[in-house]
């Protein structure tokens, strides 16, 4: 028995510590953190106040906030801020879940 609880324990916290991932669709070239990424599935994981977006070999890293909102987002969306012609990344809305990843320190030229 105290064999069991010990196990468990160690997976309780192995799994409150581990990062948060998502999937997300981009359909158009998306700009994160100054790079542009090609439309496509990508993988997001969340740890510590960043965000890394990638597939593949290709990724990049930004400052997020993850934010709480009172009601479930129906699906996954993704905002934009659209400037100089190009699809600057805000948020990402989890659908099925009430979190939020807002980017931070996003280039605001173009506004």
């Given at each position: 028995m105290m064999?069991?609880?010990?196990?468990?324990s160690v997976l309780a916290l192995m799994v409150a510590s581990a990062a948060d991932s998502y999937r997300i669709t981009l359909y158009q070239p998306?700009?994160?953190?100054?790079?542009?990424?090609k439309a496509g599935d990508y993988k997001v994981t969340v740890k510590d106040g960043k965000a890394v977006i990638g597939h593949g070999k290709n990724?990049?890293?930004?400052?997020?906030?993850?934010e709480q909102v009172e009601n479930k987002f129906t699906s996954t969306s993704v905002r934009y801020r659209n400037g100089d012609g190009k699809y600057t990344l805000q948020e990402i809305r989890i659908g099925n879940?009430?979190?939020?990843?807002?980017?931070?320190?996003q280039d605001e030229r173009g506004l």
């Open positions: 064999k069991f609880l010990l196990s468990f998306s700009v994160v953190a100054g790079k542009e990424l990724s990049v890293e930004a400052a997020v906030k993850v879940s009430n979190t939020k990843l807002v980017f931070q320190n």
